[in-house]
Structure formats: C-alpha cells, structure tokens
T-cell receptor, first 114, second 114 residues
Framework: KAGVTQTPRYLIKTRGQQVTLSCSPI?????VSWYQQTPGQGLQFLFE???????NKGNFPGRFSGRQFSNSRSEMNVSTLELGDSALYLC?????????????FGPGTRLLVL | QQQVKQSPQSLIVQKGGISIINCAYE??????FPWYQQFPGKGPALLIA?????SEKKEGRFTISFNKSAKQFSLHIMDSQPGDSATYFC?????????????FGGGTRVLVKP
C-alpha cells in the first residue's frame, strides 16, 4: 500500500498570502488529521476529518481551515499568513474505531513565511 | 496546557546502551499511548503503543512500561544502535468518541554514539 502523501513538500510564501496544502491518505483510511510541528511548540493538533465532516478541532485561529473530499483526500488552508505560521505541516491518516488506533503520518509540507 | 510532559529533552547514549524516555499525563480520559520515531525530514512513524490495561509491552528492542496509578509511561530502547538516533515523541489519545486526536509530548532527541 502506498503511504500518506502530501503536496507540495516545500512552500515559500509571504505574509498576508494564503496557502492550501493537500493530503492523500492511505487507501481505505477515512480519518485524516492535521498537525503543525514547530521547534518551539512541538506537534500540535489542528483538526481531524472523517467522512467529510470535521470531527475534532485544535486551538488554532480561524485562519486555519480544512476540508475533506468524498475520496477521503483532505486539504488545509491558511489565510492571511503570519511569520509564526512557518512550520512543518503533517497529515496523518487512520481507520475509525477503538481497535483501529494506528495513525500513519505523511512526510509533511514545510512552509516558510517571509 | 501541556497535557503530556516528556523528559529528557535530549540524551546521548553509547552504542549497546539503554535509552530511557519518560512521559507523564494528566488527563485520565486518555486510553491509548503510542510512541513515534521521527528522523530529520520525515514524518513521525509509529514505533510501539500500549493501552492502560497492560503494564508492559515489548517489541524487539523497544519496551513500553506503563504505570496507570502514577499516570506515567516510559520507552526503553535496549542495545541502542546508531540507527536509533532520532527524535522520539510520546503521545496520548482519548476515548473513541473523541476521535483520533493525538496529544504529543515535547519530544526527546536521542543520539547514539558508535
């Protein structure tokens, strides 16, 4: 099985711009979660989507949004970029259910905001 | 609020030695505790995981010890190898109804010297 794929892998934007990141989960996985990783704050949960519905949301401003499509692919969008948004954005996919705990991470998209 | 505290932030161990990383959590609703390994430029990869009804789980050279009453768990890497040099994250997940949100510890950078 192919792993979680994320595009693009690297991105440079300037303050005030917006950005859209894409994640394709492992085939058969319907849950997609997004995380932000920075040296200062570590790994922080952004949101989770399951069957096109946001199931959980982290403590991030409304500039951060996401969606999931019927094929389980997910996108996250950050509007009005700030310097502090520079980070590695990770997507994780998994199955749903108490016995299906494992989540698999993609390689991430490294975003640099200038 | 940091719900999962991880220590140490970094450690250096000689090849063949034992690496020990500790985590403590506060939320008693957590019921799944995975450990992830991350190499530079890669996304986190699941290493081993445990549920609270088990006090210890071993997979190869990796062992998780879990103390439910103390709300602590730890990762032991036996016979550490240079290839184990990476950043390790403990994490915790709540009940199934809470979705797949993972709360991560701050990470431990492990360097294994040959």
């Amino acid at each position: 099985k192919a792993g979680v794929t994320q595009t693009p892998r690297y991105l440079i934007k300037t303050r005030g711009q917006q950005v859209t990141l894409s994640c394709s989960p492992i085939s058969g996985h319907r849950s997609v979660s997004w995380y932000q990783q920075t040296p200062g704050q570590g790994l922080q949960f952004l949101f989770e989507y399951f069957s096109e519905t946001q199931r959980n949301k982290g403590n991030f401003p409304g500039r951060f949004s996401g969606r999931q499509f019927s094929n389980s692919r997910s996108e996250m969008n950050v509007s009005t970029l700030e310097l502090g948004d520079s980070a590695l954005y990770l997507c994780a996919s998994g199955l749903f259910g108490a016995s299906q705990e494992t989540q698999y991470f993609g390689p991430g998209t490294r975003l640099l905001v200038l | 609020q940091q719900q999962v505290k991880q220590s140490p932030q970094s450690l250096i161990v000689q090849k063949g030695g034992i690496s020990i990383i500790n985590c403590a959590y506060e939320n008693t609703a957590f019921d799944y505790f995975p450990w992830y390994q991350q190499f530079p430029g890669k996304g986190p990869a699941l290493l081993i995981a445990i549920r609270p009804d088990v006090s210890e789980k071993k997979e190869g050279r990796f062992t998780i010890s879990f103390n439910k009453s103390a709300k602590q768990f730890s990762l032991h890497i036996m016979d550490s190898q240079p290839g184990d040099s990476a950043t390790y994250f403990c994490a915790a997940k709540g009940w199934e109804a809470a979705g797949n949100k993972l709360t991560f510890g701050g990470g431990t950078r492990v360097l294994v010297k040959p």
